[in-house]
């Protein structure tokens, strides 16, 4: 069982750019979420989905979407990519949205110049 | 809003001294609480968590944790520390509402010197 999977590892993207994160869970969780690990913030909620086809805005939604086609893949992007977005994003999943532990995967260090 | 409140940024400690890292939460209501883990390079990882029940919880590695209602408060605890514990710890809350959204503090570095 590998859990949570995300891609890329890391990715230096020029501004303006459009960009997709990955994120794979095999642990059929009903709920999946997206953060950005800032330095001195911790983690801000980006995006997040309680089941498939359901998705909503977290703390920092501004600039990133989201969708949420089948229950094991919850892709991020981020149609425009700005210098204020560098930063590294991790992907979590729960079995239930409202009660469950959150499961980390490995995160995705992104760079926009 | 519900908010997260880590007091200590940056803890160095010596191996097995006694490690205490202070979280306090606003949220009135039911909540919660967890403890994560990041070591270097790592993601992170569940170190203990509070859902009902007796508010001393144990967790992982020797840690646990106090949940005092009073003070919106859920420290966590060690003992004796060891060289390995250098990581990043970051306490989060969710509570209210039903989309699981957790609300982490700022983070706490510890250090520890062998």
């Known amino acids: 069982i590998a859990g949570i999977t995300q891609a890329p590892t890391s990715q230096i993207l020029a501004a303006g750019r459009r960009m997709t994160l990955r994120c794979t869970q095999d642990m059929r969780h009903n709920a999946m979420y997206w953060y950005r690990q800032d330095l001195g913030l911790g983690l801000r909620l980006i995006h997040y989905s309680n089941t498939a086809g359901t998705t909503g805005k977290g703390e920092v939604p501004d600039g990133y979407s989201v969708s949420r086609a089948n229950t094991d893949d919850f892709p991020l992007t981020l149609a425009s990519a700005v210098p204020s977005q560098t930063s590294v994003y991790f992907c979590?999943?729960?079995?239930?949205?409202?009660?469950?532990?959150?499961?980390f995967g490995p995160g995705t260090r992104l760079t926009v110049l | 809003a519900q908010s997260v409140s880590q007091h200590n940024h940056h803890v160095i400690l010596s191996e097995a001294a006694s490690l205490e890292l202070g979280c306090n939460y606003s949220?009135?209501?039911?909540?919660?609480l967890f403890w994560y883990v990041q070591y270097p390079g790592q993601h992170l990882q569940l170190l203990l968590k509070?859902?009902?029940?007796?508010?001393l919880v144990k967790g992982i590695k020797g840690f646990e944790a106090e949940f005092i209602k009073s003070k919106f408060s859920f420290n966590l605890r060690k003992p004796s520390v060891q060289w390995s514990d250098t990581a990043e710890y970051f306490c989060a809350v969710k509570g209210g509402d039903n989309t699981g959204k957790l609300i982490f503090g700022q983070g706490t570095t510890l250090q520890v010197k062998p």
């Open positions: 979590a999943s729960s079995r239930e949205g409202s009660t469950d532990t959150q499961y």
């Open positions: 949220y009135g209501g039911t909540v919660n």
């Open positions: 509070y859902f009902s029940g007796d508010p």
